[in-house]
């Protein structure tokens, strides 16, 4: 005999039923559960869900209500304060238990340590699992038991525990709703989606569900061993672009590692896979800085650089978010995001570079832009992203490092393809000339069609001046001569 007669299974950003503990834990303890749903951005803020974040949120939803009806079991769907709809959703279906799976946001968290003082105070039992991390944030410490803050000494550690991880497990099977339906809002009702319907085009790019995770692990899956070598190259479909499903948790790291881990590989088949677990060390990195500096979405972990003269030159802010900073591979990347919610690792950082270093405008300004518009935005991720770049954060002495884009562009988007896709205006150029129109000689730019400061704009600012500017200010706030 089960110990409750109902659970509620409290879905956030754990969209899928494979692998999913917090489901798991329900289906074994209670005889019926209740999957539920609660949106209430408010208490995300002041980082609720931007509007391509929420566009996959829609579909996502959708996707995991139609699951869940193939098994018998209904999602219920509801707007509002979470501990009011779980009391009265624990009122109308009798339930004992509550689960769910940790989010590890400072105000999710806060959010649900109130929640669940308030559920036990009730006599009401509370089950949370991790289904969104391989190590627990907090966990993976220094010598001196502090946290890490440099992200290679972290990795290192962390590696010694990977084979400990549990394998993941497989969707269960799942007992019927109550008889008795509840009240259920339509995921349409919730209005995620936006009234100018621009998100139209995004789903010539991606999938989102359960369903689309997996299909995506595959195609990942089978190009991994090229993954080392293609993974930089933003002309190339070399990454995995599984962020999206892993932000939403679609699909868990665990059921990744499984896929991917270079167990029994060799030569430069290791090295791929090596590289590609890696990366899921960066994630787990940013959500282990987040848990120890939760300041970071809005301060600087490196407490100098709140004194940095930023920039405020508003028309500069607005040619960087259009792609019309006259960099061909700045603008690229912007073109690229605006288009399809998404924007390679490597144009991320140079975009980021050229708008924190060479404009020297304030990386919140970057971090707020990435979280309106990429599908993958994650408070974690976007912090480390753009305080590393902009030379704030986690790292021994990144300040230095400014991203040229033209010799990118030279190293990493070789035959120019990159370019040539999300900039039409400049097609034409000869691949010597395309990446720095600027410098070609006016019959180059007559043939291909390019007006300098009309069809395509001039660079906003002298990169090597603009350079030595951002260099010279970082300086002063460092104590650093130069």
């Known amino acids: 005999m089960k110990a409750h007669r109902t659970a509620i299974v409290w879905f956030r950003r754990d969209l899928r039923l494979a692998d999913n503990p917090a489901l798991r834990h329900a289906v074994a303890q209670a005889g019926r559960i209740v999957p539920v749903f609660i949106h209430d951005a408010d208490e995300e803020s002041p980082w609720a869900p931007g509007a391509a974040s929420r566009w996959w949120l829609h579909h996502s939803l959708i996707g995991l209500s139609t699951s869940l009806d193939r098994r018998g ?143 995506q692990l595959k195609r990942c899956a089978g190009r991994l061993d090229r993954y080392a070598a293609d993974r930089d190259r933003p002309d190339l479909a070399g990454t995995s672009r599984l962020s999206p499903h892993l932000h939403f948790g679609e699909i868990g790291p665990r059921q990744i590692l499984a896929a991917v881990h270079p167990n029994g590989a060799a030569g430069a088949r290791l090295r791929a896979r090596e590289a590609y677990v890696r990366q899921l060390g960066w994630r787990e990195f940013a959500h282990h800085l987040l848990f120890h500096f939760p300041q970071t979405p809005e301060q600087p972990l490196d407490g100098r650089f709140a004194a940095l003269p930023w920039q405020t030159e508003h028309s500069w802010q607005e040619a960087w978010r259009r792609g019309m900073t006259g960099y061909p591979l700045v603008d690229a990347g912007m073109r690229e995001l605006w288009a399809t919610g998404w924007m390679h690792n490597r144009a991320r950082m140079i975009v980021a570079s050229l708008l924190t270093k060479n404009l020297q405008i304030h990386w919140l300004e970057g971090a707020r832009w990435f979280w309106e518009t990429l599908v993958d935005a994650d408070l974690a991720n976007n912090t480390l992203g753009w305080q590393w770049t902009a030379g704030c954060g986690a790292d021994a002495s990144p300040y230095e490092r400014i991203f040229n884009p033209m010799l990118q562009t030279e190293r990493f988007d070789p035959e120019r393809k990159y370019l040539r896709r999300w900039l039409p205006e400049l097609a034409r150029l000869p691949s010597r000339w395309i990446h720095q129109p600027w410098l070609a000689p006016t019959s180059v730019l007559a043939d291909a069609g390019v007006v300098l400061g009309k069809t395509y704009p001039l660079p906003i600012v002298d990169f090597r001046r603009s350079r030595e500017a951002a260099l010279s200010s970082y300086a002063r706030v460092k104590g650093v001569r130069r």
């Not at 769907?77 to 624990?90: A, C, K, N, Q």
């Not at 809002?185 to 919730?190: A, W």
């Not at 100018?196 to 991606?206: G, I, N, P, Q, T």
């Open 73 to 215: 079991c209904a999602l219920i769907v509801r707007r509002g304060p979470s501990l009011r709809t779980l009391d009265e959703l624990l009122t109308s279906t009798g339930a004992t238990l509550v689960t769910w799976n940790r989010l590890y946001e400072p105000a999710s968290s806060e959010r649900d340590t109130r929640v669940s003082s308030a559920l036990r105070e009730r006599g009401v039992t509370v089950e949370t699992s991790n289904a969104a991390l391989l190590f627990e944030p907090g966990t993976i410490r220094n010598r001196q038991d502090q946290p890490y803050r440099v992200f290679t000494p972290f990795w290192r550690t962390a590696q010694q525990f990977l084979l400990e991880i549990a394998r993941p497990l497989a969707a269960p099977r799942l007992p019927p709703s109550p008889r008795r339906r509840e009240q259920t809002l339509k995921v349409e009702e919730l209005d995620l989606l936006p009234k100018v319907r621009w998100d139209l085009k995004l789903a010539e790019h991606w999938t989102p569900g359960e369903g689309g995770a997996q299909k």
